[in-house]
């Protein structure tokens, strides 16, 4: 770690924050430490966004909301959600909803390649017209032990891969966010391998869980969600869960994302929720509900073991939990 000038807050263990540090340092409040501040602070001057005006897939929305996605919780409210995110390239704290604003989202060209049968270009205005969108509640659980419940809209990962026509040597599917630093000052610091980049496996892939999130709430995603078009896995934890994404390639090597390239003794390739093992500096058995407060029980699998556990059978000597 040599290279890092002056370290990011996601390098910061809890143990370091003293009570003093976490009530001047906003950053380290909104980092998993003292979230009782969340409230008033994120939701302060919050803002409305007006996105489904002017954008040019607004008649998509509302989508019919899929009766299989439902869940035992409350939803998180939109304000909360939009103001609490993570988006390195926007700023190394929660609240960079306002300098996310100068994502430009349009045109939005995604590249899908690698080994396909067919390598092309499709713009996100196209792609989200020939897939099937629908809403779905999903649990969404971040590493640093705080949860949201999010009706996102989209379209399953399967009929995306379904859609590229994947050659059968593909094993895995890698997604890439766009690289411009001049729009997203994060990016100009020299310790993140940008851009950011995700993997899964092709089985996980194709399970049914994988969406294509294109819209929350009932409009087209809002652009500190990763606008235009994002990836939600909610059986992991939410930094498998790529932003704002320009490229997908299918290949045969298991893609190496960001967060395992900084710190792969924290972050792995799989990062499946299980509440039985510890993140090194967040526990993971229980979880704060963000927009309640309270702390609830973390399930394994983030509660989609029935989904999902299959997936696993046999790869048991692979660091599955981190
Ligand atoms: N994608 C990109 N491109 N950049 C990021 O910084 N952060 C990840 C993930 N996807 C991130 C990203 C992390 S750490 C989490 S927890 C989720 O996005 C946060 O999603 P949310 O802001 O919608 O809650």
Same mark, same amino acid.
């Given at each position: 770690m040599a290279h890092i000038q002056s370290r990011p807050? #996601?390098?910061?263990?809890?143990?370091? +924050? *003293?009570?003093?540090?976490? !009530?001047?340092?906003?950053?380290?409040?909104?980092?998993? !430490?003292?979230?009782?501040?969340?409230?008033?602070?994120?939701? @302060?001057?919050?803002?409305?966004?007006?996105?489904a005006a002017g954008d040019p897939t607004a008649d998509l929305y509302p989508a019919k909301r899929n009766g299989s996605y439902v869940i035992d919780r409350d939803l998180t409210p939109e304000e909360i959600n939009e103001t609490y995110n993570n988006f390195y390239e926007f700023g190394s704290h929660k609240q960079i909803w306002k300098a996310a604003q100068n994502l430009v989202i349009r045109p939005w060209d995604i590249e899908v390649g690698g080994l396909i049968e067919e390598p092309f270009t499709i713009g996100f205005d196209d792609l989200v017209r020939k897939l099937p969108l629908e809403e779905r509640l999903y649990r969404h659980r971040c590493v640093e032990a705080w949860s949201m419940t999010i009706p996102w809209t989209g379209f399953s990962l399967a009929s995306l891969v379904a859609f590229a026509k994947p050659l059968s040597s593909a094993k895995f599917v890698r997604f890439e966010t766009f690289l411009d630093p001049e729009m997203?000052?994060? =990016?100009? /610091? +020299? #310790? %993140?391998? #940008?851009? %950011?980049?995700?993997? +899964?496996?092709?089985?996980?892939?194709?399970?049914?869980?994988?969406?294509?999130? *294109?819209?929350? %709430?009932?409009?087209?995603?809002?652009? =500190? !969600?990763? @606008?235009p078009i994002r990836l939600a896995l909610p059986w992991k934890y939410g930094f498998k869960s790529i932003k704002s994404i320009r490229k997908i390639t299918f290949t045969d090597e298991q893609p190496k994302s960001f967060w395992e390239q900084i710190l792969p003794e924290e972050y792995g390739f799989w990062a499946n929720v299980n509440p039985g093992v510890?993140?090194?500096? #967040?526990? /993971?058995? /229980?979880?704060?509900?963000l927009h309640t407060g309270t702390y609830v029980q973390t399930q394994m699998f983030n509660g989609y073991s029935e989904q999902v556990a299959h997936l696993y059978k046999g790869l048991e000597k692979e660091p599955l939990y981190r």
């Open positions: 807050n #996601w390098l910061i263990s809890e143990a370091e +924050v *003293t009570p003093e540090d976490a !009530f001047i340092n906003r950053r380290s409040i909104l980092c998993g !430490f003292g979230l009782g501040a969340l409230s008033v602070a994120a939701t @302060a001057g919050a803002p409305s966004f007006a996105r997203a000052p994060g =990016q100009k /610091q +020299v #310790w %993140y391998p #940008w851009p %950011y980049v995700e993997g +899964v496996t092709m089985a996980e892939a194709a399970n049914d869980l994988a969406f294509m999130v *294109t819209g929350a %709430y009932g409009k087209p995603l809002a652009k =500190q !969600f990763g @606008a510890p993140h090194p500096r #967040w526990r /993971q058995d /229980q979880e704060k509900v």
